[in-house]
């Protein structure tokens, strides 16, 4: 006799209860399904919820202090960060949204097919001409200096000596410029500007066209460039028979072009022709530069935490990068290179992780096409580190300066660190998936500055923590 659903009421009953079972496994299984689906989307797409835009997740992603987007479904205790998929063998991968937006950004890069930049004769109008109160530098006459300094320097009409740097730090943030310029600043023949902390003038990648770091500030004019160096020219002057030099030790020279628009000859054009190098070597072609790099993963975890424009937890270091990973790819998805972008100060300013700072073989590549390589010292922040006295000897000798000896060099080298920055210290190392989407990012810029520079110490193989 078979069973049927009909009949008394125990039958009904037992009916009843199997068809709830049945019901509840069926409503289970469909709301697991649907979590891996929104966990899986949360970490790809984090605007996306059960496969609809939501707009009010998408401002979250860019106000939340701690992660690019909290989930409000049951993964929330298993998803601490989004854009990372699951993991495999114990290391948490990245997820295919960032490594698609990597490709991107890397596949944008045409400074490999650009010709060797060499100006033509600029052609001058006889009136001197501004592009919004910035001076046509190049359409200026360069200044005569004088054989018996070894600073560049020369008379003025009013017969006071001005002069420019006989060298210039132009690079990088946060890799150790300060300690460096302040520790060659220590040898009896080298002085410092009038600049903040005697050594950045923000002259040539800022104040001559009245930006700041997120701000504007009056332009200011060649003329006021020289008053940095006013107390070291009127040093160099009471002491002629001397070999004194002065120096500029702007790190941001070695990477903001964002002015460009307003250099006349690089009028109409979608990115700069006439870069800070060019302007340079217009008014001081023999100056010797310097440039202290530091690996560029490091280098953004120190800047991030020393400016402070975010939210100063790991977490939010993290969700910071990943912003700043997709504003760079939507630059480039338009129609501008991945140069173009990086010299664009609109980019500049949305960026509160400046990822823009560490693509070292771009700016490299520019500044390289100015000037010689004879005319550039180049190290790094490890090695600084590791051997500070054998550096400064080798900025020394770069520099020509006279000879000391071994004790006070290594008396210069032993002086206390400037400008450390302590905030990260306390948090200890980046997250894992952090310092991994950074190094996909930067890997591919890294080997060809190796390759441009003939060196594998610019591989970062061991980053020694400073």
């Given at each position: 006799?078979?069973?049927?659903c009909r009949?008394?009421?125990?039958?009904?009953?037992?009916?009843?209860?199997?068809?709830?079972?049945i019901?509840?496994?069926?409503?289970r299984?469909?709301?697991?399904?649907?979590?891996?689906?929104r966990?899986k989307?949360?970490?790809?797409?984090?605007?996306?919820v059960?496969?609809?835009f939501?707009?009010?997740?998408?401002?979250?992603?860019y106000?939340?202090?701690?992660?690019?987007?909290?989930?409000?479904?049951?993964?929330?205790s298993?998803?601490?960060?989004?854009?990372?998929?699951?993991k495999?063998n114990?290391?948490?991968?990245i997820s295919?949204?960032?490594?698609?937006?990597?490709?991107?950004?890397?596949?944008?890069d045409?400074?490999?097919?650009?010709?060797?930049?060499?100006?033509?004769?600029?052609g001058?109008?006889p009136?001197?001409?501004?592009?919004?109160?910035?001076?046509?530098l190049?359409?200026?006459?360069?200044?005569?200096?004088?054989?018996?300094?070894?600073?560049?320097?020369?008379?003025?009409?009013?017969r006071r000596?001005q002069?420019l740097?006989?060298?210039q730090i132009?690079?990088?943030d946060k890799?150790?410029?300060?300690?460096?310029?302040?520790?060659?600043a220590?040898?009896?023949d080298?002085?410092?500007?009038?600049?903040i902390?005697?050594?950045?003038?923000?002259?040539?990648?800022w104040?001559?066209?009245g930006?700041?770091?997120?701000?504007?500030?009056?332009?200011?004019p060649?003329?006021?460039?020289?008053?940095?160096?006013a107390?070291?020219?009127y040093?160099?002057?009471?002491?002629p028979?001397?070999r004194l030099?002065?120096?500029?030790?702007t790190?941001?020279?070695?990477?903001?072009?964002?002015?460009?628009v307003?250099?006349?000859?690089n009028?109409?054009?979608?990115?700069?022709?006439?870069?800070?190098?060019h302007?340079?070597?217009?008014?001081?072609?023999?100056?010797?530069?310097?440039?202290?790099?530091r690996?560029?993963v490091?280098?953004?975890?120190?800047?991030?935490?020393f400016?402070?424009?975010?939210?100063?937890?790991?977490?939010?270091?993290?969700?910071?990068?990943?912003k700043?990973?997709?504003k760079?790819?939507?630059c480039?998805?338009?129609s501008?290179s991945?140069?173009g972008?990086?010299?664009?100060?609109?980019?500049h300013?949305?960026?509160n992780?400046?990822?823009?700072?560490?693509?070292?073989?771009?700016?490299?590549?520019?500044?390289?096409?100015?000037?010689?390589?004879?005319?550039?010292?180049?190290?790094?922040?490890?090695?600084?580190?590791q051997?500070?006295?054998?550096?400064?000897?080798?900025?020394?000798?770069f520099?020509?300066?006279?000879?000391?000896?071994?004790?006070?060099?290594?008396?210069?080298?032993?002086?206390?660190?400037?400008?450390v920055?302590?905030?990260?210290?306390?948090?200890?190392?980046?997250?894992?998936?952090?310092?991994?989407?950074?190094?996909?990012l930067?890997g591919?810029?890294?080997?060809?500055?190796?390759?441009?520079?003939?060196?594998?110490?610019?591989?970062?193989?061991?980053?020694v923590?400073?």
């Open positions: 006799m078979g069973f049927s009949g008394n009421c125990k039958q009904n009953v037992i009916c009843l209860m199997i068809i709830i079972v019901f509840m496994f069926l409503f299984l469909n709301s697991l399904l649907i979590s891996k689906v966990f989307t949360y970490i790809d797409k984090p605007y996306i059960d496969g609809k939501n707009v009010k997740l998408k401002k979250e992603h106000k939340n202090k701690d992660s690019a987007v909290t989930p409000r479904n049951r993964s929330e298993i998803v601490k960060n989004t854009h990372i998929i699951a495999t114990g290391r948490k991968e295919k949204y960032i490594l698609a937006m990597i490709k991107a950004i890397q596949q944008s045409k400074t490999a097919e650009k010709k060797v930049n060499v100006l033509e004769h600029i001058c109008p009136v001197p001409r501004k592009v919004n109160g910035v001076e046509d190049l359409c200026m006459p360069p200044p005569v200096f004088l054989p018996e300094f070894k600073n560049p320097c020369w008379y003025s009409n009013e000596l002069c740097p006989y060298f132009i690079g990088m890799s150790g410029s300060t300690d460096l310029f302040d520790k060659i220590k040898h009896p080298v002085l410092k500007n009038d600049g902390l005697q050594k950045e003038t923000m002259w040539w990648s104040l001559r066209y930006h700041w770091l997120k701000t504007r500030r009056e332009v200011q060649f003329q006021r460039y020289l008053q940095y160096f107390s070291a020219a040093t160099i002057q009471s002491h028979e001397s030099i002065t120096a500029d030790g790190p941001m020279d070695f990477w903001d072009m964002s002015g460009w307003d250099i006349p000859q009028n109409g054009l979608a990115e700069p022709a006439v870069i800070t190098a302007l340079i070597k217009h008014m001081n072609p023999r100056v010797k530069l310097i440039i202290i790099l690996d560029p490091e280098r953004l975890f120190s800047d991030y935490f400016l402070k424009q975010g939210v100063m937890t790991l977490e939010g270091f993290h969700s910071e990068v990943v700043s990973i997709e760079l790819h939507s480039t998805k338009g501008s991945l140069r972008c990086l010299y664009n100060r609109n980019l300013l949305g960026l992780a400046r990822i823009h700072l560490g693509f070292y073989s771009v700016f490299m590549k520019d500044w390289l096409k100015v000037f010689p390589r004879e005319q550039f010292y180049i190290t790094t922040t490890e090695m600084y580190s051997s500070p006295s054998q550096i400064l000897q080798e900025a020394f000798d520099l020509d300066l006279r000879k000391l000896t071994r004790k006070e060099v290594d008396q210069f080298s032993r002086a206390e660190r400037q400008h920055t302590k905030n990260k210290d306390n948090l200890g190392q980046m997250l894992q998936q952090t310092r991994d989407i950074l190094e996909r930067y591919t810029f890294t080997k060809e500055l190796a390759s441009i520079l003939e060196d594998d110490k610019y591989l970062w193989k061991k980053t923590q400073t």
